[in-house]
């Protein structure tokens, strides 16, 4: 058998079983599944020769299948380092794939948001699209297997001033267990949402894979603060991808933090589909050991007058890889668009490298699109100073490496998760 | 004495920049160095400094009876050391007064006193900042980040006057300088003047020397003090040039 072949026989039982299941969903959701798995059957997972996956080598992901079986649920207790107490007090928790109605905290929920696990809503999600799933193999995988979905509503002209949190948890057990998530939120007209989504991993001594897709949908004038924390354990796979459909003047902000995994790979596919639309992606993420860590994000300026900015910052140790592939497309019809993007990385090793690509695909004239990537070392005239002032050497690299994340820290808009996010960038910068 | 250094050789990239240099300063003097171009009086201030580039080869330097060559830059600053930059470092995302309660306070502990905290140390700034009749609004700007020259130069005096060293090494503190803030700078200086602290100044102007008046002059060239002298020695070296 092909290795394609192989992969695609590897799920065919899972996907078979699944069909029986009542999270399975739908006639609708079955043609949606049917469409996926055989899209991701077609082509197994990507290879280096996949443009999109050059460098980053999935390989350990594609070698061996992954079961559904996961470790019994945590306590609570054993979430707690998790739940950022104190700042956010929605919680919905989601072990395993699996929504944990004791594990989650839904008394505080914003009046007039609803959350449900209604698995036809995700038919008319951006990452549904056929297209989508030709293109996307860990989505179509991802769309065939998830089970029961979170749909988050905020409806039209609601203000959340207090973040929801969204806690994606992976205990592997003893095998090896893909959790394939799902996430979909439609912020209504004039609406205002801050959504931290986190996923994290407790270790197990099986092999956690999260595949997780998210949908970000904001009608015209909604306004959505969006936290990604991606912190797994050091042996874990996550790939994930978002997509973000922003209609006529609203606002997308991004931030999204990546502490830990083996093997991280981020998308972002955000669409500006409405005159006045903003976006904005910050990343800050952290590898160490043999640690690869890949963003790419896709800003598709689809409708005139829409700014994008965007700020991705890595910090890598060790023999890590690092990549960035920022990608603006700018259509015909976006004139007047403003986008801008940088991207920095500082490494700490010798060893340590990073593969940086922008991409800008520009087909209206009247844009301004700027770009910026550096990559560096620790600055040593800095580190000089800092020492001759008497500051020790390893306290002088804490102040310019926190220096450097905290460009990317800064911008989180709330005091109080900012603070815990802090605490958790520090403790995986000591750690790396 | 303070300071005594001993046929000093310094290298740096196989570059043999200081060849056999003596200098002995002792508590309370004030020490300047003139000398062209080139001539290795950055070297010297940086090697005092213990920077990581420039490497000793040759003689001794003796600090308070210790071995100051065998000492880590932050050592060298916690035990009193302390040089003012030629060209001061700018660091980005790194604010200036967080900076400078780094520095006490890692200078503080090493000398078994109290580290303050953000009151006591918010206190102690407000006092010395008006010595250098700087903003206030630049403690709270990033480390020399879009400093104006002179508002650099004055940062390094202020740091000096946080640290308050033993023997602090000027490194042409007055360059670039216009008239006003030279005397500022010079005033911070001259009111760091004390019976236990030395100083050297380096500079290419005897005009400084007009506003810190020292107690020696000394020609540096070629790697080498090749002159040492009185205040009246700056003067003279004004009028011929170093030759
Ligand atoms: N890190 C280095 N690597 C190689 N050469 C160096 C280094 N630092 C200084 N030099 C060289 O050593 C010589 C002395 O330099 P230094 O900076 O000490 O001179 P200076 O007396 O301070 O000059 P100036 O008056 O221009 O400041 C110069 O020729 C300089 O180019
Ligand atoms: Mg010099």
Same mark, same amino acid.
């Given at each position: 058998?092909?290795?394609?072949?192989?992969?695609?026989?590897?799920?065919?039982?899972?996907?078979?079983?699944?069909?029986?299941?009542?999270?399975?969903?739908? @006639?609708?959701?079955?043609?949606? =599944?049917?469409?996926?798995?055989?899209?991701?059957?077609?082509?197994?997972?990507?290879?280096?020769?996949?443009?999109?996956?050059?460098?980053?080598?999935?390989?350990?992901?594609?070698?061996?299948?992954?079961?559904?079986?996961?470790?019994?649920?945590?306590?609570?207790?054993?979430?707690?380092?998790?739940?950022?107490?104190?700042?956010?007090?929605?919680?919905?928790?989601?072990?395993?794939?699996?929504?944990?109605?004791?594990?989650?905290?839904?008394?505080?929920?914003?009046?007039?948001?609803?959350?449900?696990?209604?698995? @036809?809503?995700?038919?008319?999600?951006?990452?549904?699209?056929?297209?989508?799933?030709?293109?996307?193999?860990?989505?179509?995988?991802?769309?065939?297997?998830?089970? =029961?979905?979170?749909?988050?509503?905020?409806?039209?002209?609601?203000?959340?001033?207090?973040?929801?949190?969204?806690?994606?948890?992976?205990?592997?057990?003893?095998? =090896?267990?893909?959790?394939?998530?799902?996430?979909?939120?439609?912020?209504?007209?004039?609406?205002?949402?801050?959504?931290?989504?986190?996923?994290?991993?407790?270790?197990?001594?099986?092999?956690?894979?999260?595949?997780?897709?998210?949908?970000?949908?904001?009608?015209?004038?909604?306004?959505?603060?969006?936290?990604?924390?991606?912190?797994?354990?050091?042996?874990?796979?996550?790939?994930?991808?978002?997509?973000?459909?922003?209609?006529?003047?609203?606002?997308?902000?991004?931030?999204?933090?990546?502490?830990?995994?083996?093997?991280?790979?981020?998308?972002?596919?955000?669409?500006?589909?409405?005159?006045?639309?903003?976006?904005?992606?910050?990343?800050?993420?952290?590898?160490?050991?043999?640690?690869?860590?890949?963003?790419?994000?896709?800003?598709?300026?689809?409708?005139?007058?829409?700014?994008?900015?965007?700020?991705?910052?890595?910090?890598?140790?060790?023999?890590?890889?690092?990549?960035?592939?920022?990608?603006?497309?700018?259509?015909?019809?976006?004139?007047?668009?403003?986008?801008?993007?940088?991207?920095?990385?500082?490494?700490?090793?010798?060893?340590?490298?990073?593969?940086?690509?922008?991409?800008?695909?520009?087909?209206?004239?009247?844009?301004?699109?700027?770009?910026?990537?550096?990559?560096?070392?620790?600055?040593?005239?800095?580190?000089?100073?800092?020492?001759?002032?008497?500051?020790?050497?390893? @306290?002088?690299?804490?102040?310019?490496?926190?220096?450097?994340?905290? @460009?990317?820290?800064?911008?989180?808009?709330?005091?109080?998760?900012?603070? =815990?996010?802090?605490?958790?960038?520090?403790?995986?910068?000591?750690?790396? | 004495?303070?300071?005594?250094?001993?046929?000093? #050789?310094?290298?740096?990239?196989?570059? +043999?920049?200081?060849?056999?240099?003596?200098?002995?300063?002792?508590? !309370?003097?004030?020490?300047?160095?003139?000398?062209?171009?080139?001539?290795?009086?950055?070297?010297?201030?940086?090697?005092?400094?213990?920077?990581?580039?420039?490497?000793?080869?040759?003689?001794?330097?003796?600090?308070? !009876?210790? $071995?100051?060559?065998?000492?880590?830059?932050?050592?060298?600053?916690?035990?009193?050391?302390?040089?003012?930059? +030629?060209?001061?470092?700018?660091?980005?995302?790194?604010?200036?007064?967080?900076?400078?309660?780094?520095?006490? %306070?890692?200078?503080? #502990?090493?000398? !078994?006193?109290?580290?303050?905290?953000?009151?006591?140390?918010?206190?102690?700034?407000?006092?010395?900042?008006?010595?250098?009749?700087?903003?206030?609004?630049?403690? %709270?700007?990033?480390?020399?980040?879009?400093?104006?020259?002179?508002?650099? #130069?004055?940062?390094?005096?202020?740091?000096?006057?946080?640290?308050?060293?033993?023997?602090?090494?000027? $490194?042409?503190?007055?360059? !670039?300088?216009?008239?006003?803030?030279?005397?500022?700078?010079? %005033?911070?200086?001259?009111?760091?003047?004390?019976? $236990?602290?030395?100083?050297?100044?380096?500079?290419?102007?005897?005009?400084?020397?007009?506003?810190?008046?020292?107690?020696?002059?000394?020609?540096?060239?070629?790697?080498?003090?090749?002159?040492?002298?009185? #205040?009246?020695?700056?003067?003279?070296?004004?009028?011929?040039?170093?030759?």
């Amino acid at each position: 058998m092909t290795p394609v072949a192989e992969q695609a026989t590897a799920y065919a039982e899972r996907f078979a079983a699944f069909h029986n299941e009542p999270a399975f969903g739908s @006639d609708r959701v079955r043609a949606m =599944r049917e469409q996926a798995f055989a899209a991701f059957a077609a082509n197994g997972f990507p290879t280096s020769r996949d443009e999109e996956y050059k460098f980053t080598n999935v390989s350990a992901i594609a070698e061996a299948p992954f079961g559904c079986q996961g470790a019994a649920e945590p306590t609570r207790k054993a979430l707690e380092p998790f739940l950022f107490d104190g700042a956010i007090r929605t919680q919905i928790v989601i072990v395993n794939g699996r929504l944990s109605k004791t594990l989650s905290s839904m008394e505080a929920l914003p009046r007039g948001v609803t959350v449900d696990q209604i698995t @036809d809503a995700v038919t008319a999600a951006p990452s549904a699209a056929a297209g989508v799933l030709a293109t996307t193999p860990f989505v179509a995988l991802n769309t065939a297997l998830f089970g =029961r979905p979170i749909v988050m509503m905020v409806p039209p002209h609601a203000k959340v001033d207090e973040p929801i949190q969204v806690l994606f948890v992976n205990t592997p057990g003893e095998h =090896r267990m893909m959790a394939a998530t799902r996430l979909m939120v439609v912020a209504g007209e004039l609406s205002e949402l801050t959504l931290v989504e986190s996923y994290v991993g407790l270790a197990g001594t099986g092999q956690g894979f999260t595949n997780a897709v998210t949908d970000v949908i904001l009608m015209e004038g909604a306004i959505v603060d969006h936290y990604k924390i991606q912190r797994e354990t050091t042996t874990a796979f996550h790939v994930g991808a978002m997509f973000v459909q922003c209609d006529r003047n609203s606002n997308f902000t991004s931030h999204s933090f990546a502490t830990g995994g083996k093997l991280v790979r981020n998308d972002v596919f955000a669409t500006l589909d409405g005159e006045g639309a903003e976006c904005t992606l910050n990343g800050l993420y952290l590898a160490g050991g043999d640690a690869l860590i890949d963003n790419h994000t896709s800003i598709d300026h689809a409708k005139a007058h829409c700014p994008s900015h965007e700020v991705y910052k890595g910090i890598l140790s060790g023999n890590a890889k690092a990549v960035f592939n920022g990608k603006i497309t700018v259509r015909p019809d976006a004139q007047k668009t403003d986008a801008k993007q940088t991207n920095k990385a500082l490494l700490l090793s010798d060893s340590a490298t990073i593969n940086t690509k922008p991409q800008l695909e520009i087909f209206a004239d009247d844009v301004k699109c700027t770009h910026g990537a550096a990559i560096g070392q620790l600055d040593d005239d800095a580190m000089f100073y800092l020492r001759a002032r008497g500051i020790a050497e390893v @306290d002088a690299r804490n102040i310019l490496i926190h220096a450097f994340a905290g @460009d990317i820290l800064d911008r989180i808009k709330i005091d109080a998760v900012k603070q =815990r996010v802090e605490k958790v960038v520090y403790a995986a910068l000591g750690a790396l | 004495m303070l300071l005594e250094i001993k046929d000093l #050789k310094v290298k740096a990239e196989d570059k +043999q920049i200081l060849k056999g240099l003596n200098l002995s300063v002792n508590p !309370g003097e004030v020490h300047a160095i003139m000398g062209p171009n080139g001539s290795g009086k950055s070297t010297l201030a940086r090697v005092l400094s213990g920077h990581p580039g420039y490497e000793p080869n040759g003689g001794s330097v003796t600090y308070d !009876g210790h $071995d100051l060559l065998a000492m880590s830059p932050e050592e060298r600053a916690c035990e009193g050391v302390f040089m003012a930059f +030629q060209y001061p470092v700018e660091i980005p995302g790194v604010n200036n007064s967080y900076f400078l309660k780094a520095a006490l %306070n890692a200078v503080r #502990k090493h000398k !078994g006193l109290q580290e303050l905290d953000a009151v006591e140390f918010l206190a102690l700034i407000r006092e010395k900042i008006k010595l250098l009749e700087m903003d206030q609004s630049m403690l %709270n700007r990033a480390v020399n980040e879009g400093f104006s020259g002179g508002e650099k #130069k004055r940062n390094e005096i202020f740091q000096m006057a946080v640290l308050e060293p033993r023997l602090a090494i000027l $490194d042409e503190t007055d360059s !670039g300088l216009d008239i006003d803030a030279l005397k500022v700078v010079a %005033n911070g200086v001259n009111a760091l003047r004390n019976k $236990d602290r030395a100083i050297i100044v380096v500079t290419h102007y005897q005009r400084l020397l007009d506003y810190i008046v020292p107690d020696f002059v000394h020609v540096l060239s070629g790697g080498l003090i090749v002159r040492s002298g009185g #205040k009246e020695l700056a003067l003279e070296l004004e009028a011929k040039g170093y030759r």
